[in-house]
């Protein structure tokens, strides 16, 4: 397809997709004519994540350059890209390695992913962004005395388990290596606004019942 | 206690919590002399919930101050004040009204609120940021082609809804209404991130698991 088509199929400017291409956010199409390029599916696809990624992950372009060269190098094997593009997206504070709550909060999340048997977890613990928000997120619970222990945590890596079931559900259902991995990254991402908001809302629905007055 | 033992308490400098009493974030402590003042357990309690809303949920002065305002305002009961002060913390995007996807996505939302039996959550949808963020999600994966049917949908409400249950009985250990709004707006903001972090954990532990090489 044409340029025009992309972007109507899309719903992404032409403006859009030109500045995406200069970036290396999408492979460029193949050449027809010297001034006219051939798109394909995987364009199609590749600007859905790229949007994904920007709009809804507020990812900067740098950032979301780097997750792309991650879906695409077919040199590695999907787990592997997977990993890489995950862990180039933005992730949440580090930890402050001159707190003393940090070393209590990093022993505390070893033993949670050892209670729930997350044993990649634990052998990518070192390098993983994830672990790192998920440390700095504990010692903030410990410095402001919020409950943090082992058992307070439990029910959210047991949630989180079983989304993940739920998520590499949808992600199988794609047919290809780089659609599956560029479908987990998308849904990592578009998935954690559904996932907070639905929180707010069980807890006033569960706030409700314990507080209100009735039904 | 004086200004400099609640400062030693919370972790937080005088001059920080100076900028706060300026502020309103905290109640003035009661005046002993010309120049100093007498502080309580709660204005330690309210310190550890402006720091959890500043340093953790990145949320504006002018929003900390909103939330503190609902948080004690005892002439409303518990219920009302959390539904104010969690309504005035930052929430996702706002939904495009311009765009067909926003209709769709709110007919699935009222849906999902509908198979989960959530009552109190369809009575307030029209006003809860929560369900605002929640459409604007939804038609984001509809515009991109994601999986964001009600059946795609329901694994995140009941996990939301068991967190919530979880969420509540450790609100429900603070002994006063006061502290238990308190209690329940921090931990709604400080557990996100554990939240957010363990759910990418939890998906690299099930991507090895199903396109891993072995154990």
Redesign the interface.
């Known amino acids: 397809m044409r340029l025009a088509e992309l972007s109507e199929r899309s719903?992404v400017s032409t403006a859009t997709i030109k500045y995406y291409l200069r970036e290396e956010l999408l492979p460029p199409g193949r050449r027809i004519t010297a001034t006219q390029a051939e798109y394909d599916e995987e364009h199609l696809r590749r600007l859905?994540l790229v949007?994904?990624l920007i709009?809804?992950g507020r990812v900067p372009v740098s950032t979301a350059r780097e997750v792309v060269a991650a879906v695409e190098d077919d040199s590695r094997?999907?787990?592997s890209r997977?990993?890489t593009a995950?862990e180039a997206l933005p992730?949440?504070?580090e930890p402050d390695e001159r707190d003393p709550a940090t070393d209590l909060a990093r022993r505390t999340a070893t033993e949670l992913?050892e209670r729930v048997g997350?044993?990649?977890?634990l052998t990518?613990a070192g390098r993983?962004g994830?672990?790192r928000?998920?440390v700095?997120?504990?010692a903030?619970?410990h410095?402001?005395?919020?409950?943090c222990d082992v058992s307070?945590?439990l029910?959210?890596?047991h949630?989180?388990?079983?989304?993940?079931?739920?998520?590499?559900d949808?992600v199988?259902?794609y047919g290809t290596p780089t659609e599956r991995v560029e479908?987990?990254v998308?849904?990592?991402v578009?998935?954690?606004?559904?996932?907070?908001?639905?929180?707010?809302?069980?807890?006033?629905?569960?706030?409700?019942?314990?507080?209100?007055?009735g039904?």
């Not at 949630?159 to 590499?168: C, I, M, P, R």
């Not at 578009?190 to 007055?213: I, Q, T």
């Open positions: 719903g859905r949007r994904a709009q809804i094997d999907q787990l997977l990993g995950v992730h949440g504070p992913l997350w044993r990649f977890g990518i993983a994830a672990f928000t998920l700095a997120a504990i903030a619970l410095r402001l005395g919020y409950p307070d945590l029910p959210y890596a949630s989180a388990a079983g989304l993940a079931v739920s998520d590499l949808l199988e259902e479908a987990a998308a849904l990592t578009l998935y954690e606004p559904v996932l907070l908001s639905l929180r707010r809302l069980a807890e006033a629905e569960e706030s409700n019942k314990r507080f209100g007055d039904p």
